[in-house]
């Protein structure tokens, strides 16, 4: 499943699912639908982490249709299915996220599972270091929004020929073809600048997402962390349209700004069993294979996931 942002980890938390999400460049954004390249990353989807390993050890590597893959020339590409070991978070060390989830608006529920988590943690082997901090970047004063994406779409869909029916953001907001709950985003963007990644805007975003990436490998250099933790989400999902109560997405700043690896993994359930809630696992720049030994070894410790009730199971051999 490829998709941009929290577009991974976000819909994998709300369903019980795995998600990961690389390091910038190690997998293509080939055919993805950017919403900003300088952030958008591909991953899978699936309801485990020996499946997501599985597909993921197939999908990472350079990609002519992609540029920023040129990153990944080079580098030995690991066994992560080699990773998938029980005793996998036998002496890690572990750093609990504080200021990625505690705010006012975070639902209690949530909280509690997430010190659960922490004690299932412990006890599978691995040393807690509670409130881990990154240090504060700040951005170029002056440099303006980068806002790519009204670039990045308008090109993308010029990219496509006849495959699309439209090929620019103002054919987009033209065409009405839209959920109601996204027209101000659209025309917000389609009376916006079209930066481009050479523009000033953007060489300065592009410079602080490289700064944080550093604050983060500092602090983890500095705890002696293998990876980051924070509850994906902050508060159980909206339902479809709802813009008014608290989103709680966790997803948007750490991976993404910094372009780090990061993955969901179940982590429980709110709401009497009902809603699935998931954890994410924030690691150094190309260390998904320490992140999925230790993704493996949770999942293996607690089994959080069940199917959900609502569909039947697959017949065999389908």
């Given amino acids: 499943c490829a998709l941009p942002i929290y577009s991974i980890r976000g819909p994998s938390s709300h369903q019980s699912l795995v998600g990961i999400r690389s390091t910038m460049g190690l997998t293509s954004r080939g055919g993805v639908s950017p919403l900003n390249l300088l952030a958008d ?3 899978p989807i699936t309801r485990t982490v020996a499946d997501a390993a599985a597909v993921f050890q197939v999908i990472v590597g350079e990609d002519p249709d992609d540029p920023v893959t040129s ?3 080079g580098r030995d590409i690991p066994n992560y299915l080699a990773e998938l070991k029980a005793d996998g978070l036998r002496n890690a060390r572990i ?3 504080r200021a990625a989830y505690e705010r ?3 639902d209690p529920e949530i909280v509690a599972v997430f010190e659960q988590a922490q004690k299932d943690l412990a006890r599978a082997g691995a040393t807690i270091v509670d409130n881990v901090t990154i240090e504060r970047v700040q951005r170029q ?3 303006g929004t980068c806002g790519g994406f009204k670039y990045d779409i308008n090109r993308y869909l010029a990219a496509q020929g006849d495959r699309v029916p439209v090929h620019s953001l103002d054919e987009i907001v033209r065409s009405n073809q839209f959920h109601p709950s996204v027209q101000v985003r659209l025309q917000q963007a389609q009376s916006g600048s079209e930066n481009g990644p050479e523009t000033p805007a953007c060489q300065a975003d592009a410079a602080y997402r490289a700064a944080y990436g550093a604050a983060i490998t500092k602090a983890m250099d500095d705890g002696r962390l293998d990876a ?4 994906t989400w902050s508060n159980v999902p909206r339902l479809i349209g709802d813009l008014n109560t608290p989103g709680g997405d966790n997803s948007q700043i750490h991976s993404p700004t910094s372009g780090f690896p990061a993955i969901n993994v179940p982590m429980g359930y709110t709401r009497n069993h009902t809603l699935p809630i998931g954890m994410t696992l924030l690691g150094r720049a190309w260390s998904e294979a320490t992140l999925i030994r230790l993704a493996y070894a949770y999942e293996q ?3 959080h996931r069940r199917p959900p009730a609502s ?3 697959l017949p065999r051999g389908k």
């Fill in 228 to 231: 980051l933790i924070y509850p």
């Fill in 301 to 303: 410790a607690t089994h």
């Fill in 311 to 313: 569909a039947p199971p």
């Fill in 41 to 43: 990353i591909a991953g």
């Fill in 71 to 73: 990153r990944s020339r």
């Fill in 95 to 97: 750093g609990i996220l």
């Fill in 104 to 106: 006012p608006t975070t």
């Fill in 141 to 143: 004063q002056g440099a």
